[in-house]
């Protein structure tokens, strides 16, 4: 199965300056819950952000980096040039695409569970959610967090399956 996993906050918004817009602890607990054990295809921007970010690919993930860059390299995943590429070189039974926004549209079709974190503001941003249809797909679960001390706005964990 192909699955999409993203914070999105209410105008679209998912990035700013290659980097997201807003820190939430327990969603990065979440995402890593989550994925953690499957493969991830991901977009080289979005890779080399996290890369700048923690020095390394994901942990407990194989990372499948999508590139147009012929010349792209990296010690810490596979890198392809194609979406099929990306989907025959990933193993398990659920594999996620963690963005960014082109890959996600470029995979849309292909997705049938988004796992969204829906971000109860509205946050200044130049990345917005593509490839994701609400009328394409069923909410089957939601689970409602208040903001707190680590964790600045209201957010939902909700799983849509396509219909």
Do not use: C
């Amino acid at each position: 199965m192909i699955s999409a996993i993203v914070a999105v906050a209410k105008n679209g918004v998912i990035g700013k300056s290659n980097s997201l817009p807003w820190y939430l602890p327990a969603d990065l607990k979440h995402f890593s819950a989550v994925t953690k054990g499957h493969d991830i295809i991901v977009g080289q921007v979005t890779y080399d952000s996290i890369v700048a970010r923690i020095g390394h690919g994901l942990p407990g993930r194989s990372n499948i980096v999508l590139t147009r860059d012929p010349t792209y390299t990296s010690e810490f995943a596979k890198v392809v040039s194609s979406l099929d590429d990306a989907i025959a070189a990933s193993k398990g039974d659920e594999v996620f695409i963690i963005g960014g926004s082109q890959i996600y549209a470029l995979a849309s079709d292909l997705i049938q569970r988004w796992y969204i974190t829906e971000v109860d503001a509205d946050i200044d941003g130049d990345v917005m959610l593509r490839g994701f249809d609400k009328n394409e797909f069923t909410e089957t679960t939601r689970e409602s967090h208040m903001s707190d001390d680590k964790n600045q706005y209201n957010y939902d964990f909700v799983i849509y399956e396509r219909k």
